[in-house]
């Protein structure tokens, strides 16, 4: 009688650590996808003000017409290839949105060549937005990789590992910076020349 409850015991436990492991990582993978979506709403909100800071320096603008189609060409790719984008396209992503940042970085010399562009109150509340989103995508960048670190290691651990094939789950691929740009140290001018 005592090895049968030893044994019910023990059964008990196995299913308490076998439901409280798929419920983590069940948990840790919505986590990581509601991370994700972050990212995605942010880059939302930085493709949709670019074509709106484009008009409205397009008109000052006419010879740097090769420098705004640049801006919207690498635009209209980072909107197509987040477009249905998961974690699984982190690596695409990261490579349009670099392309993305490059274009508007030379974009942003531009403007601040055209004293008259930085005096008028639409573009420089466009760029102060766009700044701002770029810091709203990097902090999301930020949590998303943090909730992925989360979700990697619990996979690996013990008893998680007997049970991430149950829950589906698979290692989150990191948002790692893979443009050269994206590790240049922006150059800061104060001298006011």
Known sequence: MTAVIVIGVIAVIAVFVAISSY???INLKE????????????????????????????????????????VIAARNKAVSVCTGAGPGNVAEIAAAEGALTAA??????????????????NVAQFQEELTSTENRVGFARQAYNDTATSYNVA???????????????????????????DREVPKVNLSFK
């Open 23 to 25: 419920n983590s990582l």
């Open 31 to 70: 986590q990581t996808n509601n991370s994700w979506k972050q990212i995605d709403v942010q880059l939302k909100r930085r493709h949709d003000l670019i074509p709106n800071l484009v008009e409205a320096v397009r008109g000052a603008m006419q010879f740097e017409r090769e420098t705004l189609e640049a």
């Open 104 to 121: 508007l970085s030379r974009f942003s010399a531009i403007v601040e060549a055209y004293p008259e562009l930085k005096a008028t109150g």
């Open 155 to 181: 996979q690996q651990q013990f008893p998680n590992v007997l049970f991430a094939g149950l829950a589906k789950a698979a290692p989150a691929t990191l948002w790692e910076i893979s443009e050269q740009a």
